[in-house]
């Protein structure tokens, strides 16, 4: 994963900056201009670019493949409509005992 904060660099944000005030300027001008000839037809304002995110294949293929045993789910599913799943309640606390050491640490 890239630092956005780390990689960012001074210089090209104040050239960026400038470049955007240039634009700006010129935009700004281009009204003025437009004010003092009504004749012309007013610019149509373009739209900007559609915002794109693009995904790693590592990212794309945990997406598509769920991390767990089907079989497994599908099997303890069944045991509970049947009545038939049994909790082993010591386990069960065992569990959430450990999961609150490692919250705590």
Known sequence: MTNSISSWDANKAAADAVER?????????????A??????????PVAPAADQLQLSAVALQASREPEFDRSKFDAIKQAVAQGEYV???RKAAE???NLEQLIKD
């Open 87 to 89: 909790v082993d309640h």
């Open 95 to 97: 569990a959430f005992l």
């Open 35 to 44: 004010d003092a000839a009504p004749a012309e037809a007013p610019a149509k």
């Open 21 to 33: 005030k240039r634009a700006a300027d010129r935009v700004s001008s281009g009204l003025k201009s």
